[in-house]
């Protein structure tokens, strides 16, 4: 059990890093998380790719985010779709451009339920 004369500094110590942000994202100099791409896909654990539709404009990237399970991308074939993104990813980013206008389908061949679309502009 602490003391009296323990638990004052413990709380000083405490009150400082709360109000210092520490391990927050409140611009108090704590620990902050990179901010995602604006046109990005996450691949889930959940077994989803949220969201499941984006829309951009032609030209844009899509940023696929695969988290801590392993996922791919393999687009329904027509023209102007962007390459497949095969393989088993997990904790990277790939990007992919679009650059015809139109309505892009994709599955994870890993997760078959797993489905997105594109719309580009």
Same mark, same amino acid.
């Given at each position: 059990? %602490?003391?009296?004369?323990?638990?004052?500094? %413990?709380?000083?110590?405490?009150?400082?890093?709360?109000?210092?942000?520490?391990?927050?994202?409140?611009?108090?100099?704590?620990? &902050?998380?990179?901010?995602? /791409?604006? *046109?990005?896909?996450?691949?889930? /654990?959940?077994?989803?790719?949220? /969201?499941?539709?984006? &829309?951009?404009?032609?030209?844009?990237?899509?940023?696929?985010?695969?988290?801590?399970?392993?996922?791919?991308?393999?687009?329904?074939?027509?023209?102007?779709?962007?390459?497949?993104?095969?393989? *088993?990813?997990? *904790?990277?980013?790939?990007?992919? &451009?679009?650059? &015809?206008?139109?309505?892009?389908?994709?599955?994870?061949?890993?997760? /078959?339920?797993?489905?997105?679309?594109?719309?580009?502009?």
């Amino acid at each position: 059990m %602490l003391n009296r004369t323990m638990r004052i500094p %413990l709380a000083a110590m405490a009150s400082a890093l709360l109000a210092y942000g520490c391990g927050s994202n409140n611009g108090g100099g704590g620990v &902050t998380s990179p901010t995602p /791409p604006a *046109n990005s896909v996450a691949a889930t /654990p959940a077994l989803a790719f949220t /969201p499941a539709t984006i &829309t951009v404009n032609a030209g844009d990237a899509v940023t696929f985010a695969f988290g801590s399970v392993a996922h791919n991308v393999f687009f329904d074939p027509q023209a102007g779709v962007p390459g497949d993104i095969p393989g *088993n990813n997990a *904790n990277v980013s790939v990007a992919r &451009t679009f650059t &015809t206008a139109g309505s892009y389908s994709y599955t994870c061949h890993i997760h /078959p339920q797993m489905h997105g679309t594109v719309v580009v502009n």
